[in-house]
């Protein structure tokens, strides 16, 4: 499965995107740089809800992309 397919695919508590635990848990499906991750998604948009930040999944996509592609 692509990453693409795995983060649009995740089962997330928001439609809209990933809370910081989700990201963490998918996280350790990949052997990501976690700094260079942080430093991808500095920036990016995201919405709160009920005192919960939402990332949406596009961003994650590109953070995991570029940290994958870093550390190799």
Known sequence: MSITERVN???TKYEY???K?????????Y????????????GHTCMIIDNETIYYHCDIIQAIKYSIRMYK
Do not use: A, H, V
Not at 22 to 27: A, M, P, S, Y
């Open 9 to 11: 695919n995740y089962p």
């Open 21 to 29: 635990s989700e990201i963490e848990t998918l996280l350790k499906e």
């Open 31 to 42: 052997p990501i740089d976690i700094e260079r991750f942080n430093l991808s998604m500095m």
């Open 17 to 19: 995107g990933f809370i």
